[in-house]
């Protein structure tokens, strides 16, 4: 079955990406960790990848994470953007089994998400990120590897919650929108 990219991949792009550009300064920082905080912007994420797939999510990633940190920073700290592309590719991979747009995304398909985001957000954050700054920032390793557990543990719970919540009320939406019928 052939997977077809159009408008509404392009257009959950812009979008995402101006939504995650946006929430970047809305942060509850965890003042014990250097550079880590809740963010609500990676619930936005985990939406729009969970509908649009992997592609969408990690290019939303990728741009939204780059443009928030050159706005608002005024540089861009490589070695965190990508985590984010790997986190969006990764919710994104198990679209079609969440069943959101079919009005399905409940019980186990939350679960799934769940266990998806947590294993999604541990590969980008855990592993990718302080991997990425010693290589690329040649940062300390007993820094990075602390930063990037917070920033995994921040991240499961706003993904886990808010994602949760935002994916269960489209999917109701969505499944009565397409349960409805044009009448004779």
């Not at 957000?121 to 590897?145: G, H, Q, R, S, T």
């Amino acid at each position: 079955m052939k997977k077809k990219f159009g408008i509404r991949e392009v257009v959950a792009i812009g979008i995402g990406t101006a939504l995650f550009v946006v929430l970047t300064e809305v942060q509850i920082p965890l003042g014990f960790v250097p550079n880590t905080s809740l963010q609500p912007r990676m619930a936005v994420l985990a939406f729009l990848s969970a509908i649009f797939g992997p592609i969408v999510g990690a290019v939303i990633g990728i741009l939204g994470h780059a443009l928030g940190d050159a706005l608002f920073y005024g540089s861009v700290w490589w070695s965190w953007v990508f985590p984010e592309a790997i986190v969006g590719a990764g919710i994104g991979a198990f679209a079609k089994k969440f069943a959101v747009r079919e009005g399905g995304f409940g019980g186990k398909n939350i679960f799934l998400f769940n266990v998806v985001q947590v294993v999604a957000n541990a590969v980008a954050w855990i592993l990718a990120a302080p991997v990425l700054d010693i290589v690329v920032y040649a940062e300390p390793a007993n820094k990075v590897f602390v930063q990037g557990a917070f920033a995994f543990l921040g991240n499961i719970i706003i993904v886990g919650i808010l994602g949760s919540l935002l994916l269960a009320a489209y999917s109701r939406i969505a499944g009565q929108s397409s349960s409805l019928k044009k009448e004779d």
